[in-house]
């Protein structure tokens, strides 16, 4: 079992920064895949940013140039650094730790982000 704490919602004005944070717990495995999603009402969850425990990075098309995402393999944490903040960016964020070996996905309860125009 996997267990995942995030922090670092909240509400901030379009065009400003915020960083979220995400510490996993439990039976890490050294090959794992971090990530971020996120879910606005009415809309599925999309991935924003991917990191692979060797350092490669995915984002999503509406995030790239804006968020980036890193971790830090000793303390098992994973961040994402939002900037340019925009309306659409408004969604609960869900961190994800996904075990590379048995492809499971564990998800962490999420943080609120709201972005005011």
């Known amino acids: 079992q996997v267990q995942l704490v995030e922090s670092g919602g909240g509400l901030v004005q379009a065009g400003g920064s915020l960083r979220l944070s995400c510490a996993a717990s439990g039976s890490i495995r050294s090959i794992n895949v971090m990530a971020w999603h996120r879910q606005a009402p009415g809309n599925q969850r999309e991935l924003v940013a991917r990191?692979?425990?060797?350092?490669?990075?995915n984002y999503g098309d509406s995030v790239k140039g804006r968020f980036t995402i890193s971790r830090d393999n000793a303390k098992n944490t994973v961040d994402l650094q939002m900037n340019s903040l925009k309306p659409d960016d408004t969604a609960v964020y869900y961190c994800?730790?996904?075990?590379?070996?048995?492809?499971?996905?564990?998800w962490g309860q999420g943080t609120q982000v709201t972005v005011a125009s």
């Open positions: 990191i692979y425990s060797g350092g490669s990075t």
């Open positions: 994800s730790y996904m075990d590379y070996i048995t492809m499971r996905t564990y």
